[in-house]
């Protein structure tokens, strides 16, 4: 990450009132897979997992699309 989450939560409420409950999403910028040695980069086949406690899990594959692209699986 290039900010952590104090950093971003007091960035935020610079401009905003953060309530209880309030979800603050955060992601990764393109290319730090490119940047390992060896570059890594999602591949067919691999499983993405978001999990919250007492919520959950989210679960996630990679396939590859007709045009050879990996992407995440649809349902």
């Known amino acids: ?3 952590n989450i ?3 939560i007091s960035f935020l409420s610079q401009s905003t009132t953060l ?4 979800l ?4 990764t ?3 730090p ?6 570059p890594r980069y999602l591949q ?4 993405l997992c978001l999990e919250i406690s007492g919520l959950g899990q989210l679960r996630q594959e990679v396939v590859s699309s007709s045009d050879g692209r990996s992407r995440l699986a649809l349902g």
């Open 1 to 3: 990450m290039i900010f």
């Open 6 to 8: 104090p950093q971003l």
């Open 19 to 22: 309530l209880p409950g309030t």
């Open 24 to 27: 603050i999403m955060t992601g």
């Open 29 to 31: 910028p393109p290319g």
């Open 33 to 38: 897979g490119h940047f390992q040695t060896p």
């Open 44 to 47: 067919p086949g691999d499983e």
